[in-house]
């Protein structure tokens, strides 16, 4: 595969919104690096349930948690809005919305330096995850991604690769019966850097002894897609299926 600077283009190749990912040098020319695959990495859009289904080469399925595979976008930001009340930050739902890929800290540091207000992170994190235990039994499955866990459990390695805590994401992962599916568990915890940077999903890649290249991430958010395209992984873009569920 041919690749040069870390400078993305994306290019349309299909009429369902699949993108094909190519990595050209700044300078328009092109280098030549070795790779485990001789593919260029690809992210789909799904829009059905085929469009989620992996391919031949991929020998390692890496979920992201919250938005893909739970149904917790409604709990998550209702008690994260509630923890930072005590602070005076305001948080708005398209706000939340359009940064789901980040962890509860970062987004919280983020949106009081935004407002110019002082919070500890850890406190307002803390609060945020004693009320999200509390209602750990509202969060659902969604099932067209679950499926696709459970239909392939057995053909491939399975990691869960998430900027959530460990602590909530194993609890609901456990109330929902599908911690046991997982091979392997990423969290925040795990790594310096969380999403967009393509660090949890290098280790979850690691720790399934699969190379990057045969990876394929299913992901929710614009920090995760750009994680796995770092990480120089496939991607699935679950959004639009989800919406049209």
């Known amino acids: ?48 349930a085929a469009d989620l289904e992996p391919a031949s080469r991929h020998e390692a399925l890496l979920f992201d948690w919250d938005g893909t595979l739970a149904d917790s976008q409604s709990v998550n930001f209702q008690v994260l809005r509630a923890a930072l009340e005590p602070t005076g930050v305001v948080l708005e739902q398209p706000w939340f919305d359009a940064r789901t890929g980040m962890s509860t800290r ?60 460990r602590q909530t994401v194993t609890a609901t992962a456990v109330a929902l019966r599908l911690f046991d599916f997982f091979d392997v568990v990423v969290t925040r915890e795990d790594v310096e850097r969380g999403k967009p940077a393509p660090d949890l999903f290098l280790l979850a890649a690691e720790r399934l002894g699969v190379a990057a290249g045969r990876c394929l991430v299913y992901e929710d958010s614009d920090e995760g897609l750009a994680a796995a395209a770092d990480a120089g992984m496939d991607a699935i873009d679950v959004r639009p299926l989800r919406l049209l569920s």
């Open 1 to 48: 595969m041919t690749i040069g600077s870390r400078h993305e283009r994306l290019f349309d190749i299909a009429d369902s919104a699949c993108w094909l990912r190519c990595t050209v040098g700044s300078s328009g020319g092109a280098e030549t690096e070795e790779t485990d695959c001789d593919h260029v990495n690809v992210m789909i859009k799904a829009t059905s």
């Open 106 to 165: 970062e987004m919280v540091a983020l949106l009081a330096a935004a407002q110019d207000v002082m919070v500890d992170t850890e406190v307002v994190a803390g609060r945020r995850d004693t009320a999200y235990l509390q209602r750990a039994h509202e969060v659902g499955e969604i099932e067209a991604v679950t499926s696709v866990l459970r239909r392939h459990r057995s053909h491939q390695k399975i990691a869960l690769a998430t900027g959530g805590a």
